[in-house]
């Protein structure tokens, strides 16, 4: 129980005219003097129901700490896997890192986007990797994020397809800096890069089709796209 002093003079909440009630209830019964003021008063309440508000708060902090502390170790644990796969791959990275960039086939540092030999790696988000050679297709993804009709935000991925589902299953979708309006055209020669290294990988989103628009009208719209 909580129990709160009220100043019924002051407090818009108090009880409305408390002092006159008070005062005739008590002088009708000859118990109390004219001079004496009745403003103040003791207020009871049940504290179950703050306590229960307070711990649905603690509760909703304590998950949403969980929540990101799960996502971090798994953002570590994919990202150690990547390194462990490019090692596996390519032993002469561990002891210079760098010729994943100077010695790779296709390189985009405003994009983060590299080849190198038979992966695929970014590292917008942390190392990602993909070996190209289990894909058997290739194409842009965009996300343009919407509020009340007004772009906040535009999310690019690359995905890639693949029947090898013991490798990182049917579908694998890789975030890449997304720079606006010029991304897809700026993702033309990766894609042409592609074609030329790995023929047997198709590029676009269908085939003679590479263009495709899904939008949905409240909250997001989506661009597919591939090579022109």
């Known amino acids: 129980m909580a129990v709160t002093l009220v100043d019924s003079s002051r407090n818009k909440g108090a009880i409305k005219n408390y002092d006159d009630l008070m005062l005739n209830g008590f002088k009708s019964y000859n118990l109390v003097g004219q001079e004496i003021e009745y403003r103040d008063y003791l207020s009871i309440s049940d504290k179950s129901s703050t306590q229960k508000t307070q711990l649905i708060i603690a509760a909703g902090l304590t998950l949403a700490g969980l929540v990101f502390i799960g996502l971090a170790f798994w953002k570590r ?17 561990r002891d210079n890192l760098d010729l994943l960039k100077t010695n790779a086939t296709y390189v985009d540092d405003e994009m983060f986007v590299y080849i190198y030999k038979n992966h695929f790696f970014t590292t917008w988000s942390g190392l990602e990797v993909y070996d190209i050679t289990k894909a058997n297709r290739v194409y842009h993804y965009q996300v343009t994020h919407k509020k009340y009709g007004v772009t906040t935000n535009i999310d690019s991925f690359l995905i890639f397809l693949s029947d090898d589902r013991s490798y990182k299953g049917k579908k694998t979708k890789i975030a890449i800096h997304n720079i606006g309006e010029e991304t897809d055209d ?21 085939n003679n089709r590479p263009f495709l628009r899904i939008r949905e009208k409240k909250r997001f719209s989506e661009t597919i796209t591939g090579p022109e």
């Open 77 to 93: 644990k994919k990202v150690s896997a990547a390194y462990d796969e490019i090692y596996a791959a390519y032993p002469e990275l």
């Open 186 to 206: 700026f993702l033309q020669p990766f894609f042409q890069t592609m074609a030329q290294e790995f023929p047997n990988v198709a590029v676009g989103y269908e």
